[in-house]
């Protein structure tokens, strides 16, 4: 079956630094997701990018379909951008495959 | 604002009992989905369903049943429930195959 790897597993950031969260899946994908995960467990979709690059806020996912990977950067972190980054794949049906996500920790 | 809530939000459930989690939106979408979340494992799905009265097995059905009685309303049901059911549970909804998933709270299922 599909496999979605993520890494780092977790990151620990000062307040203002940058993160990049990468996302490798073993097989082709038309629909590419991130997720936010809140530590009160809430799940909420970030931006939808099966290609290219897309821009939302302080968020800015590049997906390279070739290489099977995509990367989520967020700039300029805040304490409210602490949970997990999960990113999800899924090839032409509605079956969504997740991986198993990256903890962000951003200290003040 | 998509809406898609779930009750109950958390369940102690007995081994052998039946438990029914229950999902509903008013997103007027046509996907629904059930997927679980087990420390180390992530989000898995476990059935989804396009259209009223029919569902499909995700990637793991095996001691689940679906039911989708409305567009509105999917529910999950553990027959018989087992230790290893013990898990969140996460309802989602879209538009259409492609399109994205909105999800639920979650439910917090203990199976003792």
């Known amino acids: 079956g599909q496999q979605v790897q993520q890494s780092p597993s977790s990151l620990v950031l000062q307040e203002g630094e940058n993160a990049e969260l990468q996302c490798n899946f073993s097989s082709t994908a038309t629909q590419l997701q991130w997720f936010y995960q809140s530590p009160g467990g809430s799940l909420v979709s970030l931006l939808s990018?099966?290609?290219g690059t897309k821009h939302t806020g302080r968020l800015t996912s590049t997906t390279v379909t070739k290489e099977r990977r995509s990367s989520l950067h967020i700039s300029s972190s805040q304490t409210t951008d602490s949970g997990t980054y999960l990113c999800?794949?899924?090839?032409?049906?509605?079956?969504?495959?997740f991986g198993k996500g990256t903890k962000l920790s951003v200290k003040s | 604002e998509a809406a898609v809530t779930q009750s109950p939000r958390s369940k102690v459930a007995v081994t052998g009992g039946k438990v029914t989690l229950s999902c509903h939106q008013t997103n007027n979408h046509d996907y629904m989905y059930w997927y679980r979340q087990d420390t180390g494992h992530g989000l898995r799905l476990i059935h989804y369903?396009?259209?009223?009265?029919?569902?499909e097995k995700g990637d793991i059905p095996d001691g689940y049943k679906a039911s989708r009685p409305s567009q509105e309303n999917f529910s999950l049901i553990l027959e018989l429930a087992s230790l290893s059911q013990t898990a969140v549970y996460f309802c989602?909804?879209?538009?259409?195959?492609?399109?994205?998933?909105?999800f639920g709270p979650g439910t917090r299922l203990l199976v003792l």
């Open positions: 989602a909804s879209s538009a259409a195959v492609q399109d994205t998933q909105y």
């Open positions: 999800a794949i899924a090839p032409s049906n509605a079956k969504l495959t």
């Open positions: 369903s396009y259209v009223a009265d029919s569902t």
């Open positions: 990018n099966p290609s």
